[in-house]
T-cell receptor, first 117, second 114 residues
Framework: AQKITQTQPGMFVQEKEAVTLDCTYD???????LFWYKQPSSGEMIFLIY??????QNATEGRYSLNFQKARKSANLVISASQLGDSAMYFC??????????????FGSGTRLQVQP | ETGVTQTPRHLVMGMTNKKSLKCEQH?????MYWYKQSAKKPLELMFV???????ENNSVPSRFSPECPNSSHLFLHLHTLQPEDSALYLC?????????????FGQGTRLTVV
């Protein structure tokens, strides 16, 4: 069965510093997609970054980068130069059965990030 | 128009009531989803619709009844719910088979069953 594990319920980081949010996954599927979403207190899920299982290079989107280690089945999110507005819940998610076109998501339990001034 | 719109934003209903949640997407996507976010559980996939046909039902109790009249609209009909069904219900859409196919979410409906 596919499973996503986020072991950090909460994290603190100082403004302007970098922070790494951990994510490990378990799947026997050869093809899958990995995603990170941000959920502010308003409730909406905001897409941050995507990594395909076949991608050789780590994904980057502005201040977000994904540290993808396929052999370890980990997909950690790195946020550089943290800002106060980054305070939110962060979810790692995976879509398996990628080659069939399936894009439904399985989520981890989330990490609450608090950025301190 | 925002990408994915959900109404209502908040709903309080009794256990004997019938209500419906509505979701509309303006992104031209071919897939729509219902997710449930409870206080002490990760987001759970409930239903998947692809080109308005249901392709996945994640063992959801029959008191939740989805409807997808077209690729842009998705409903969740609720009847005889239990207090433990209180949660944030999130609708999402995506383009299946697209390279990344990231899902875009609505702001959710906060449901309280009393």
């Amino acid at each position: 069965a596919q499973k996503i594990t986020q072991t950090q319920p909460g994290m603190f980081v100082q403004e302007k510093e970098a922070v790494t949010l951990d994510c490990t996954y378990d799947t026997s599927d050869p093809s899958y997609g990995l995603f990170w979403y941000k959920q502010p207190s308003s409730g909406e899920m905001i897409f941050l970054i995507y990594q395909g299982s076949y991608d050789q290079q780590n994904a980057t989107e502005g201040r977000y980068s994904l540290n993808f280690q396929k052999a370890r089945k980990s997909a950690n999110l790195v946020i550089s130069a943290s800002q106060l507005g980054d305070s939110a819940m962060y979810f790692c998610a995976m879509s398996f059965g990628w080659d069939t076109g399936r894009r439904a998501l399985t989520f981890g339990s989330g990490t609450r990030l608090q950025v301190q001034p | 128009e925002t990408g994915v719109t959900q109404t209502p934003r908040h709903l309080v209903m009794g256990m004997t009531n019938k209500k419906s949640l509505k979701c509309e997407q303006h992104l031209g996507h071919n897939a729509m989803y219902w997710y449930k976010q409870s206080a002490k559980k990760p987001l759970e996939l409930m239903f998947v619709y692809n080109f308005k046909e249901q392709t996945e039902n994640n063992s959801v109790p029959s008191r939740f009844s989805p409807e997808c009249p077209n690729s842009s609209h998705l409903f969740l009909h609720l009847h005889t719910l239990q207090p433990e069904d209180s949660a944030l219900y999130l609708c999402a859409s995506s383009q299946e088979a697209e390279v990344s196919g990231e899902a875009f979410f609505g702001q959710g409906t906060r449901l309280t069953v009393v």
